[in-house]
């Protein structure tokens, strides 16, 4: 079946300028994640849903950054007055469950680069 | 923030070696995950293993736990070129299963 999509996979923008980036997470899968990954930082955990539950967003980095899902499938990024440093790879995942756990099927990931 | 480090953090050895690498986190879990990184894009799951749970198998994987010293280590046995990667291992500690990742291993396997 498909695995989690992301568009776009390289976007190219100038500092100050807002971006919104998608994740189409595995139909069906009621958690979603979003993480991202930079040379400095290494992998971070950004913000996460759970069905209809309020989302976790204690790994934003700042109010620039805020993130939605609607209708419990498609999920979109949005990061506003951009800054050299929010360049890096952005990946979003998915998850059958939660609380017990399990593991994340990860998307190919969208590369931000802020110039 | 980061809450594991592995080591080492790059390793090259011959196809057919065994590949051991090491991750340590500081805080209790629910589980340890390890997970499989391809040229700087998406991550695959490789294995998880529980806090319960001492030692795990999956193919030519084989993952310990080790929870009074906050350890775990990935040997990846007879390895191929194509294990080559960077191999990350990852922390759950609430209900809500985000990841806490470690740096990384960066492993090369030469033909």
């Known amino acids: 079946g498909a695995g989690v999509s992301q568009s776009p996979s390289n976007k190219v923008t100038e500092k100050g300028k807002d971006v919104e980036l998608r994740c189409d997470p595995i139909s069906g899968h009621t958690a979603l994640y979003w993480y991202r990954q930079s040379l400095g930082q290494g992998l971070e955990f950004l913000i996460y849903f759970q069905g209809n539950s309020a989302p976790d967003k204690s790994g934003l980095p700042s109010d620039r950054f805020s993130a939605e899902r609607t209708g419990g499938s498609v999920s979109t990024l949005t990061i506003q007055r951009t800054q050299q440093e929010d360049s890096a790879v952005y990946l979003c995942?998915?998850?059958?469950?939660?609380?017990?756990?399990?593991?994340?099927?990860f998307g190919p990931g969208t590369r931000l680069t802020v110039t | 923030s980061q809450q594991g480090e592995e080591d080492p953090q790059a390793l090259s050895i011959q196809e057919g070696e065994n590949a051991t690498m090491n991750c340590s986190y500081k805080t209790s879990i629910n589980n340890l995950q390890w997970y499989r990184q391809n040229s700087g894009r998406g991550l695959v799951h490789l294995i998880l293993?529980?806090?319960?749970?001492r030692e795990k198998h999956s193919g030519r994987l084989r993952v310990t736990l080790d929870t009074s010293k906050k350890s775990s280590s990935l040997l990846i046995t007879a390895s191929r070129a194509a294990d080559t990667a960077s191999y990350f291992c990852a922390i759950t500690r609430d209900a809500g299963n985000k990841l806490t990742f470690g740096g990384g291993t960066r492993v090369l396997v030469k033909p």
């Open positions: 995942a998915s998850s059958p469950r939660t609380g017990l756990g399990g593991e994340q099927y």
């Open positions: 293993i529980r806090s319960n749970e």
